[in-house]
């Protein structure tokens, strides 16, 4: 995932503060639409991102769509505030469990969701889901290509993988023992 503006975002709103403006994506200095759209739809598989709808972090801290689409993902560009690329497309489910990590609220429950960032991602820690930056003394998690799957029963399905990043091309645990656990499954 790349969870590290909208935990900025979070904390930004939970202190009242005016900075969320510096980190939305459509901020003046942004990037054109275009540019936002080509960032989230390259996230999938090009039959799944086609007639994806494309949603961005706007000003507000809120999602924003950008451009509506028929089918069933949604995408959002690359995060500028994390180190690597890391546009990521999410089901139906997905996006709701995203809504749910924005507000700091439950999951959706009884529902799986699946999740594409084919262009890799970096994440300030696989423990915290609200670290904006790696803990003393550690890096940027980068992890190439791959998908994530999440939702109830997880936790099952979870035993026996690693809880580490360090087999960066097998499936690792995100965010293990939290309510936002998921599986990354590298995909290369
Ligand atoms: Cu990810």
């Given at each position: 995932?790349?969870l ?8 930004g709103?939970?202190?009242?503060q ?7 994506q459509?901020?003046?200095?942004a ?6 759209i080509a960032s989230a739809t390259?996230?999938?598989p090009?039959a ?7 949603v ?6 809120k ?11 949604a ?6 505030n994390t180190?690597?690329h890391d546009?990521?497309?999410l089901d139906r489910?997905?996006?709701e469990?995203?809504k749910?990590l924005?507000?700091?609220?439950k999951p959706?429950e ?15 820690s ?5 670290a ?13 290509p791959?998908v994530?799957i999440?939702g ?7 035993e026996g993988?690693?809880?580490s990043?360090?087999?960066a091309?097998?499936?690792y645990?995100m965010f ?8 990354m499954?590298?995909?290369?």
């Open positions: 995932m790349r590290a503006a909208i935990a900025l975002m979070v904390a709103v939970a202190a009242g005016g900075g969320i403006s510096a980190l939305a459509d901020a003046p200095k990037k054109t639409d275009a540019d936002l390259s996230a999938a090009a799944v991102a086609k007639d994806a709808t494309v961005i972090v706007g000003a507000d801290g999602l924003r769509t950008l451009r509506s689409g028929q089918g069933a993902f995408c959002l560009p690359d995060d500028p180190p690597g546009p990521i497309c489910n997905g996006l469990w995203l749910s924005l507000t700091r609220g959706p009884g529902k799986v969701w699946l999740g594409y960032m084919l262009k890799g991602g970096s994440d300030a696989i423990d915290d889901p609200f904006t930056e790696p803990p003393e003394g550690k890096k940027w998690v980068q992890t190439g791959h994530m999440g109830p029963g997880i936790t099952k399905m979870l993988y690693s809880k990043a360090d087999e091309h097998k499936p645990i293990g023992g939290t309510p936002y656990e998921y599986l499954v590298p995909v290369e």
